[in-house]
């Protein structure tokens, strides 16, 4: 048995010796066996670590999952708010948009715009809107403004941005009577009737604050069958029927040109790019969605300059109350420019 091992391992021996002998004779078969030794060695290392790779990936997809589901089933729009740590790109909304409307195009491509002029008041618009009020006072003249204020009135003329205000003393106590929605609507057109001022609108919005026991009515016109949000008379009526406060404006309007807009979609995508000072994770639910006209200030470098343009409004509930209300520009930054 010792002579049969010690045979293997001379055999063994001289074999060895064999291929290293063939080996020198040839460098090229010898750089050839290193390059494929080095070759297998980094292939084992490269599969090593793929797999490592491959399982960690499955981890963090799996641990990611988790962490977005929600606790109720997703409605029509709804959209993840990832958590900080696992956004990638641009961070996203702290708010979860749900979208009860269509956005489909309203086959309009182009809009016109408009310059806003407020038309200069004058110590003698101030002296028809003193009388106007029944104010039996002086006018006060400052660099701005006319004034004009008895012990429970006061009305202020802006000179230069056709803005004309008129606010009444509220009694502490008022009425703790509430007065419908239509009654209000009803009084504050009287109330404009009786001065002989006149309304054209389209639309009458009437937004109830209970907390100060009033109404807030605003008449909506239209430029080019578009509702204009800008520029609006409205006026405060209290509970007990007083008028709280008016404002009127004296603003034409000078077409500067007439431009491509976005769409709605496209709108709603900078809607959702906006910050609300909400908690994460607030629920939001768009519940209409119209294109109008709204002011917008646009700084140039010969100043600022403020525009009728159209924009797309948007209107909803912030966890299910009241109170959301955006106007997002319809047409580009850059044809301002």
Known sequence: ?????????????????????????????????????????????????????????????????????????????????????????????????????SLKSSGISKMKVYRSKPQLQSKTEAEFFSGLFA????????????????????????????????????????????????????????????????????????DHIPSEKRYHVCFINTVEGKKNYSYCKSASIGYDGVIQAINLYDIRYEQIGVYRIKTASQAFEELQSMSFNVPDHTMIDIKEVELVYYQFAHTQQEGSDTYLQPAYRFVGEIQGQKGLEVFIPAVKEEFFR
């Open 135 to 206: 104010l039996k006072t002086d006018i006060m003249e400052a660099v701005q403004e006319y004034s004009i204020q008895d012990q429970d009135q006061t009305l202020i003329i802006s000179k230069e941005q056709g803005l004309i205000q008129y606010k009444k003393a509220v009694s502490e106590k008022g009425s703790t009577t509430v007065m419908s929605e239509k009654e209000a609507q009803e009084q504050v057109c009287q109330f404009f009737l009786d001065l002989a001022i006149p309304l054209h609108y389209d639309t009458i919005a009437v």
């Open 1 to 101: 048995m010792q002579q049969k091992r010690k045979r293997k391992f001379i055999d063994y021996k001289m074999s060895l010796q064999s291929s290293i002998r063939k080996i020198r004779s040839r460098p090229i078969l010898a750089l050839v066996a290193i390059i494929g030794i080095f070759a297998i060695s980094f292939y084992l290392m490269q599969y090593t670590l793929f797999v490592a790779n491959v399982q960690t990936r499955i981890y963090n997809k799996e641990f990611a999952s988790a962490l977005q589901q929600p606790f109720l089933p997703k409605p029509i729009g709804w959209q993840m708010v990832l958590p900080k740590e696992t956004r990638e790109e641009k961070p996203a909304s702290t708010v979860i948009f749900d979208l009860n409307v």
